[in-house]
């Protein structure tokens, strides 16, 4: 056979037309066979295989050669699966706790998959057909979760930082109808919370804001963002007669998922919109990329209980679903379906507009500051890329999001999330037994995440564990001290235990704040898996705490 004969029929093979002959489902059964034999155990918490620097380097050295003929393709991609899905997380596995991923849910991952081999553009209907049907009827069950009356929007995009752009870039809008010509005023200021993800700030910076301009309200005992301080930070603001963009408040944050009082600052928006007599509305968002999941539980019978959640998880989680359904008093808000609960790949945002005519401020239509490209819009009565950040938009995430949700409905979100409430709550337990662990702020905490301080033995006895976690006032030296043993256990534990990748692993933070703004370390347990059980949290604090014993003893003490 000629090479150009070959090469045509591996191209016809590559590109098949007809689904009887689409080998995908092979080439899939292949790579899952390849990473089957780099797990060491069915619930490891990372594939095998080398994941160093160099090691790194050698391989973007060694994939980075294009071959000039191809004689088995799929021969090729197994080894590409071999070597570069080395220490790849797991998320479904219970003994990960790394982070906030999302186990994926394998009927989600099927529509995206369909999407992806059908290469669906959420561009308009000409070239997405009825699958842009999937966003809105997200968005639609999203609003009716929330109890929003008034015709809302939803619009997928690139992660949660994106639904954070879209919110500045609104406020911007409101407060300055003519930016989009005249740019950004210098006056424009935003405000963000102490708490808030890194996103809220860089979202100022990307949009031309600056972050010279961005207030940061600080956070009470309860780590909830203060009220009084807010006012202060507006007021200055307004007294200054500087415009006020935006405003993002925090809806299940990234350590505690704490949710602000949501509605406590939108009565404090609109009276000092009232008082200073402005002639726009600063535009408030909450960043509920996490904390959204529970609103779930709207229309939970509460004293049936059908789910049988224990009494005290359901208490916990029917005070975080009260302040989460305050969401229908903001103006937008954002869902990540690919963090914790929410069972799809990476990436599935949405932003959410409780009102659907503040998308009118995104619109590229004619007489727009930006006309849209000719092609989104003949031909098609449907066309988000009117107020779309993106141009070419994958269709896959709205779709495995409708997915997710029709194959799980309302009990099989308030199971998985329960089950991590709970979970978290025993592994609170647990750890209040330790005489030289400290939970970080467990009453407000009212989520699936745990940030705990570990504390050197020599400090057992002198009373300071966990005053840090307030102002710290005089406790400087001792924070130094506790925070570089917990980088120093951290990484002792990393290289001797969790480089096996075949029991717990946890992740560690230099970024937990207390009430007087110092960065205190942590260690931070985020479960996220289904398949959870308490024999492994049983598991993961005894490990947990042998390993502190053992670091104690041949470590720290020498």
């Known amino acids: 056979m000629s090479l150009r004969d070959r090469v045509d029929r591996e191209i016809r093979t590559l590109f098949p037309i007809d689904y009887d002959a689409n080998l995908l489902p092979q080439y899939l059964r292949r790579m899952f066979g390849v990473l089957g034999r780099k797990l060491r155990k069915i619930d490891s918490p990372r594939f095998s295989g080398r994941h160093d620097k160099e090691g790194y380097r050698d391989l973007i050295d060694k994939f980075s050669i294009l071959p000039e003929t191809v004689a088995d393709p799929i021969a090729g991609m197994e080894g590409l699966v071999s070597e570069l899905f080395s220490g790849v997380p797991r998320w479904r596995s219970p003994k990960l706790q790394h982070n906030v991923g999302a186990p994926v849910n394998?009927?989600?991952?099927?529509?995206?998959?369909?999407?992806?081999?059908?290469?669906?553009?959420?561009?308009?209907?000409?070239?997405?057909?009825?699958?842009?049907?999937?966003?809105?009827?997200?968005?639609?069950?999203?609003?009716?979760?929330?109890?929003?009356?008034?015709?809302?929007?939803?619009?997928?995009?690139?992660?949660?930082?994106?639904?954070?752009?879209?919110?500045?870039?609104?406020?911007?809008?409101?407060?300055a109808p003519d930016s989009g010509r005249t740019g950004v005023p210098r006056n424009l200021k935003v405000i963000v919370t102490e708490d808030s993800h890194f996103s809220h700030t860089i979202s100022a910076e990307w949009l031309g804001i600056g972050t010279d301009n961005?207030?940061?309200?600080?956070?009470?005992?309860?780590?909830?963002?203060?009220?009084?301080?807010?006012?202060?930070?507006?007021?200055?603001?307004?007294?200054?007669?500087?415009?006020?963009?935006?405003?993002?408040?925090?809806?299940?944050?990234?350590?505690?998922?704490?949710?602000?009082?949501?509605?406590?600052?939108?009565?404090?928006?609109?009276?000092?919109?009232?008082?200073?007599?402005l002639s726009y509305v600063p535009h408030l968002h909450v960043d509920s990329v996490i904390g959204w999941a529970w609103l779930m539980f709207k229309d939970y019978d509460w004293d049936i209980n059908p789910l049988e959640i224990p009494n005290s998880t359901l208490a916990v989680i029917r005070e975080q679903f009260n302040r989460v359904a305050a969401l229908k008093y903001a103006d937008s808000w954002g869902v990540d379906f690919h963090k914790g609960v929410g069972g799809c790949p990476v990436d599935s945002s949405i932003v959410m507009f409780n009102d659907a005519t503040d998308l009118n401020y995104l619109s590229k239509k004619k007489g727009a500051v930006v006309e849209m490209h000719q092609l989104a819009t003949d031909f098609s009565f449907d066309s988000p890329a009117d107020f779309t950040l993106e141009t070419s938009r994958a269709g896959g995430a709205a779709l495995s999001a409708l997915a997710?949700?029709?194959?799980?409905?309302?009990?099989?979100?308030?199971?998985?999330?329960?089950?991590?409430?709970?979970?978290?709550?025993?592994?609170?337990?647990?750890?209040?037994?330790?005489?030289?662990?400290?939970?970080?702020?467990?009453?407000?905490?009212?989520?699936?995440?745990?940030?705990?301080?570990?504390?050197?033995?020599?400090?057992?006895?002198?009373?300071?564990m966990g005053l840090e976690l307030m102002d710290g006032e005089g406790l400087g030296d001792f924070v130094d001290r506790v925070n570089s043993y917990m980088k120093q256990f951290f990484v002792w534990d990393s290289e001797n235990r969790m480089v096996d990748r075949e029991s717990l692993e946890y992740s560690f933070s230099s970024g937990y704040v207390n009430i007087g703004g110092r960065n205190l370390s942590g260690i931070k347990l985020y479960p996220v898996s289904p398949l959870m059980t308490r024999r492994d949290v049983d598991e993961t604090v005894g490990i947990l705490m042998s390993q502190k014993r053992k670091f104690d003893a041949e470590v720290w003490n020498k």
């Open 106 to 175: 394998s009927l989600a991952v099927a529509m995206y998959a369909l999407a992806l081999d059908e290469n669906v553009y959420a561009i308009n209907n000409g070239l997405a057909g009825n699958a842009l049907v999937a966003e809105q009827a997200v968005a639609r069950m999203l609003a009716n979760l929330a109890s929003i009356e008034i015709p809302a929007a939803g619009l997928f995009t690139f992660g949660g930082t994106a639904t954070n752009f879209y919110a500045t870039r609104l406020g911007i809008m409101k407060a």
């Open 404 to 464: 997710a949700l029709h194959s799980m409905g309302a009990n099989g979100y308030r199971r998985n999330l329960a089950l991590l409430v709970d979970l978290s709550l025993y592994t609170r337990e647990l750890l209040f037994e330790e005489q030289d662990v400290v939970v970080c702020h467990p009453e407000s905490s009212l989520g699936y995440v745990t940030m705990l301080r570990l504390y050197p033995p020599e400090f057992i006895d002198e009373g300071r």
């Open 214 to 277: 961005v207030a940061v309200v600080s956070s009470d005992v309860n780590r909830r963002s203060d009220l009084r301080d807010a006012e202060l930070k507006m007021r200055r603001i307004f007294d200054d007669g500087e415009l006020l963009g935006s405003i993002i408040v925090n809806g299940g944050t990234t350590y505690g998922q704490v949710v602000d009082d949501i509605s406590g600052f939108v009565r404090l928006r609109d009276q000092l919109v009232d008082e200073y007599d």
